[in-house]
């Protein structure tokens, strides 16, 4: 069963004289019990889609439906059904993190006792807290109190927008276990993020750019439509190599990755020879060229320019 289904949606926003395409017809279905990732830079249309999704935002055409609802025509149902976490941290500041988990819990009707077997296992670790303001905690804490409010009421599919961001890689760890835990209980989940590893987390991702929509696969099926040699460089002038290789009229793209630049030509010929001569013309010393395996990152950037 499809617990997520997006059919050509159009969102546009206008801003005095100017149109700004925030979504360009997207389309895509997440099945049933599936942790499933939007992934792309700020500006792709994340957010939006989310607040279209979750029925806060209305798309000006196509159709969208949660659990077998209509967005529109059954907002109120679906409302009852999900969970929301946006980006930004909109809990109550100045609640302690026992009465903003009470207050969540009366708006659906329900109380901590009832659903708190769905919720322990990660409010045990905030629990020690629990008369602290919501505004005073770190955050990766008040991640876990945010998470926490969004599966009080039980929610069949959960939305997470962009949760990780800005929070340690420790916490970033730890949430990620528990949202593979969250899975087991059968509860669907729709998270984007701006970090391309975290793509390797999800069963299936959709790499998004600019609101289009540029690949929907499992990671393995992503890194597997690089149909090209991926070479790495390395030398002492970082700067000036980038601007020597992307320079040479046989390179399709080069760009820095870590403390390497990553190359792909536009013919499979031999890139370590290729880059030898970029390498030796340019004068460069402590030259160290490799062939590597692609990652998300790559194709990402692969796809962007098709």
């Known amino acids: 069963m499809q617990a997520i289904v997006v059919d050509n949606i159009v969102m546009k926003y206008k801003v005095k004289k100017s149109v700004t395409d925030a979504l360009k017809g997207i389309s895509f279905a997440v099945e049933k019990g599936e ?43 679906i409302r009852n059904r999900v969970g929301y976490m946006p980006g930004k941290f909109s809990l109550y500041q100045d609640l302690t993190i026992q009465e903003n988990l009470e207050f969540f819990a009366s708006l659906f009707g329900t109380s901590i006792e009832e659903n708190y077997d769905l919720v322990k296992e990660i409010y045990v670790q905030i629990e020690p807290f629990k008369t602290r303001r919501a505004g005073q905690l770190s955050g990766g804490m008040k991640q876990k109190l945010a998470l926490c409010c969004a599966l009080i009421h039980k929610p069949s599919v959960l939305f997470l927008d962009e949760p990780t961001t800005g929070v340690d890689a420790v916490s970033r760890k730890e949430f990620w276990e528990m949202l593979h835990r969250l899975k087991i209980q059968g509860i669907t989940i729709l998270v984007s993020t701006p970090y391309m590893d975290e793509a390797g987390l999800c069963d299936r991702v959709a790499l998004m750019q600019k609101g289009t929509l540029l690949s929907v696969n499992t990671p393995k099926g992503i890194v597997g ?82």
């Open 35 to 77: 942790i499933f990732g939007i992934i792309g830079p700020d500006g792709a249309g994340k957010t939006s889609l989310f607040r279209i999704l979750t029925t806060l935002l209305l798309a000006d055409s196509g159709n969208a439906s949660v659990d077998g609802f209509d967005v529109i025509k059954d907002y109120k149902e």
């Open 225 to 306: 439509e690089f149909n090209k040699p991926l070479w790495a460089i390395k030398a002492t002038e970082m700067f000036r190599l980038l601007n020597e290789v992307k320079a040479d009229p046989s390179v399709e793209s080069c760009y820095p990755f870590g403390q390497l630049h990553h190359v792909v030509f536009k013919s499979s010929s031999d890139g370590k020879e290729k880059l030898e001569q970029i390498a030796q013309k340019g004068i460069f010393k402590e030259v160290e060229i490799s062939s590597i395996e692609p990652n998300i990152e790559d194709c990402f950037m692969a796809l962007m320019k098709v």
